[in-house]
């Protein structure tokens, strides 16, 4: 035990001191670029639907920050996002790229309960979880999470899923009889 003493005492210190130096350096070099890639992000519409050519809008704000993906990618977006994103970056607003699609109204995916088989084909596609259903039973479309992506459609074998304006849709009433709980308190 007596002979562990000068061995703690040299390397008690030793591990301090690098541990300081570490924790100086590490907020020396900080990589700013995951703030800058949440920023970005914020500016994208959120609908995860892969038209700029990655896996949804996380991943298109990080080839962004890392100036490996153009600023006007982004169809649901359109001028409005291209513009933030070219405000955010100090970069030149472009026209939308035409090779991702063309820039639409907001949509909503729409299910013809009648016709839905229960494959669960729509609902494995959906980026944001918007369809609820269960195998062999009618599915629904959530139409408050729904992003009208598109994503749902290519999939269903019988063709029973629309696309409709969102200014279409008219605002639905809550009953005065029910009574909704403030989850904020």
């Known amino acids: 035990m007596t002979q562990l003493w000068p061995t703690l005492i040299i390397l008690g210190p030793a591990g301090l001191l690098i541990g300081i130096g570490l924790s100086i350096a590490a907020r020396r070099w900080q990589d700013h670029s995951d703030t800058m890639i949440e ?3 914020k500016l994208l519409p959120q609908t995860q639907c892969e038209q700029c050519g990655h896996p949804g809008c996380r991943p298109y704000a990080r080839a962004i920050a890392r100036g490996e993906a153009d600023i006007n990618r982004c169809p649901p977006g359109g001028d409005t996002t291209i513009r933030a994103l070219a405000d955010l ?3 030149q607003v472009k026209a939308l790229d035409s090779s991702c699609g063309e820039h ?3 949509l909503l995916a729409v299910i013809d309960e009648q016709r839905c088989i229960g494959c669960t084909l729509c609902i494995q596609a959906c980026p944001v979880d918007a ?6 039973w009618m599915h629904t479309v959530i139409a408050a ?7 749902c459609l290519p999939p269903c074998p019988v063709d029973c899923i629309d696309l409709v304006s969102l200014a279409d849709q008219p605002q639905r009433r809550i009953p005065a009889h029910v009574q ?4 904020a308190a």
């Not at 369809?131 to 062999?136: D, E, P, S, V």
């Not at 999470?145 to 994503?151: A, N, S």
């Not at 909704?180 to 989850?183: K, S």
């Open 131 to 136: 369809i609820a259903g269960a195998a062999k």
């Open 145 to 151: 999470e729904c992003t009208g992506c598109e994503l």
């Open 39 to 41: 920023r970005i992000n």
């Open 104 to 106: 639409k109204a907001p």
């Open 180 to 183: 909704i709980p403030d989850l």
């Open 89 to 91: 970056l100090g970069k």
